[in-house]
Nanobody
Framework: QVQLVESGGGLVQAGVSLRLSCAAS??????????MGWFRQAPGKEREFVAA????????AYTDSVKGRFTISRDNAQNTVYLQMNSLKLEDTAVYFC???????????????????WGQGTQVTVSS
């Protein structure tokens, strides 16, 4: 099993920045063969892909709406993945979930695909 714990959510004004963190642990967590991603779910909407990173190669993928504003990164020593969110917009309001899966190939299409381990989520609310 892989355990994922998110932190860093909150209530912020539009235009500011926020950084989310996701700490991974567990007996089956092997960072060299993992991909980790961030998804979000706004009220009344389906959960959507936001960003992902392939741990070994650091290849990344983003959904179009966050490109240029959000950056995903990882800290190998801490087994932690981050989502730096800049220039936040009202439409970024959602519960953000961290996810992980075993993935050997860093292809973008695979980074966006199905994930198997999930965190509990952290609320991000952007106000005007």
């Amino acid at each position: 099993q892989v355990q994922l714990v998110e932190s860093g959510g909150g209530l912020v004004q539009a235009g500011v920045s926020l950084r989310l963190s996701c700490a991974a642990s567990g007996r089956t967590f092997s960072s060299n063969s993992m991909a980790m991603g961030w998804f979000r779910q706004a009220p009344g909407k389906e959960r959507e892909f936001v960003a992902a990173i392939h741990w070994r190669t650091e290849a990344t993928a983003y959904t179009d709406s966050v490109k240029g504003r959000f950056t995903i990164s990882r800290d190998n020593a801490q087994n932690t993945v981050y989502l730096q969110m800049n220039s936040l917009k009202l439409e970024d309001t959602a519960v953000y979930f961290c996810a992980a899966k075993v993935l050997n190939s860093p292809l973008p299409a695979l980074l966006r695909g199905q994930y198997y381990y999930w965190g509990q989520g952290t609320q991000v609310t952007v106000s005007s």
